[in-house]
């Protein structure tokens, strides 16, 4: 788990600061690892993360090329809030099978294991595609990117959002797709046969009907039009369908 870096968020205000900004419900940490997200005003996605108690003390959990623009950020917010945020040498190590003393079950999905924060990372070599795409649980990097918007990454579902915590940045933008709007697009479970590399596009009667990310086994994480992902569809020389 090299490709991930470890903040540490400190003093009287950290808990209440974070509770303002992220996606999630800060207050269930004392019930275990929590999974949220950093959105821009405009609702769409910047950074997902793992939160974490370490004493008085919130560990954050987020994949290393997001670490840096993180830090900054919340820096920015900070203002005149009693937190303190900085990097930290902690490593993550992560697996499927019987969890290590001191590991926190990761909150996404039971398949997906348990996480432990220390001097060491590790994985116990799990196939970590095969178990997303059958949930279709988005990466950050793969299926998360600039122009996400959560809910249509499956956030919910993941328990990644909570609609009754109160406000946040982006939470004006999120209230309204979940109360307001039916979701016309989305990452969904497709069967693939063949394959494509990851980003390619995928057609339906020559019209653009979404993008083909994570295979594994057969099927795959897409992200779909609706209104035009239907019968048989192409991602390159695979052939992908869905059934809604």
């Not at 950020?73 to 990097?87: F, G």
């Not at 398949?111 to 095969?130: I, K, N």
């Not at 990851?198 to 086994?217: C, M, N, R, W, Y």
């Amino acid at each position: 788990m090299s490709d991930r870096r470890i903040l540490r968020l400190s003093g009287a205000d950290a808990k209440s600061f974070l509770q303002g900004l992220v996606t999630s419900n800060v207050d269930r940490l004392d019930d275990g690892l929590v999974y949220a997200a950093l959105l821009t005003p405009q609702g769409k996605y910047l950074a997902d993360f793992f939160l974490a108690t370490d004493g008085d003390a919130v560990l954050l959990d987020v994949e290393a090329s997001l670490a840096d623009g993180l830090l900054k950020r919340l820096n920015m917010y900070r203002l005149r809030a009693d937190v303190q945020v900085e990097m930290t040498e902690l490593q993550v190590s992560r697996g499927t099978g019987p969890a290590p003393k001191g590991a926190f079950a990761d909150p996404r999905h039971s398949e997906m294991g348990w996480r432990l924060y220390g001097a060491e990372s590790g994985d116990d070599g799990t196939d970590w595609d095969a178990v997303r795409v059958a949930h279709c649980i988005p990466e950050t990097g793969i299926e998360l990117g600039p122009d996400s918007y959560i809910l249509e990454a499956g956030f919910e579902a993941l328990k990644g959002v909570d609609f009754r915590k109160g406000c946040y940045v982006g939470q004006e933008v999120t209230a309204r797709m979940k109360h307001k709007t039916e979701l016309r697009k989305g990452l969904r479970v497709v069967d693939v046969e063949g394959s494509a590399p990851v980003g390619t596009e995928i057609t339906a009667d020559g019209k653009p009907a979404g993008t083909l990310f994570t295979q594994s086994g057969g099927k795959g994480i897409a992200y779909l039009r609706f209104d035009r992902a239907k019968g048989e569809m192409l991602a390159g020389e695979a052939r992908v369908s869905w059934q809604p």
